[in-house]
């Protein structure tokens, strides 16, 4: 699979910053079909659906209670059967904290 990504999330007090590189290899017939980041239950717009071979941005979040633990999920699909995803959380506790997934 060809597919490469890194996603950084990043919570500022309710502030939450989402950037995204996702990626294929130009080279190939793979093309990214779908990716969703989802920030609390808030599906972001990530502007990568119907098939495309790259997918830079950002996108912004209000947490409305950022003292509670918000999740953080993602799922990449492509042409290929393979799925790529995964969760963590931005912790309520802490006034400023991230979450980074990456292929490497």
């Given at each position: 699979?060809?597919?490469?990504?890194?996603?950084?999330?990043?919570?500022?007090?309710?502030?939450?910053?989402?950037?995204?590189?996702?990626?294929?290899?130009?080279?190939?017939?793979e093309i990214i079909w779908a990716f969703t980041l989802t920030v609390n239950g808030?599906?972001?717009?990530?502007?990568?659906?119907?098939?495309?071979?790259?997918?830079?941005?950002?996108?912004?979040?209000?947490?409305?209670?950022?003292?509670?633990?918000?999740?953080?999920?993602?799922?990449?699909?492509?042409?290929?059967?393979?799925?790529?995803?995964?969760?963590?959380?931005?912790?309520?506790?802490?006034?400023y904290d991230d979450v980074e997934f990456s292929s490497n």
């Amino acid at each position: 699979m060809s597919l490469q990504y890194a996603i950084k999330v990043s919570k500022d007090h309710a502030n939450v910053t989402a950037t995204w590189d996702v990626s294929v290899d130009m080279s190939n017939a793979e093309i990214i079909w779908a990716f969703t980041l989802t920030v609390n239950g808030k599906t972001l717009n990530t502007q990568c659906s119907g098939g495309t071979k790259v997918c830079k941005a950002a996108d912004y979040a209000t947490l409305a209670h950022p003292d509670v633990d918000a999740l953080v999920s993602f799922v990449i699909t492509t042409n290929r059967p393979d799925v790529r995803n995964a969760s963590d959380v931005l912790r309520g506790a802490q006034a400023y904290d991230d979450v980074e997934f990456s292929s490497n």
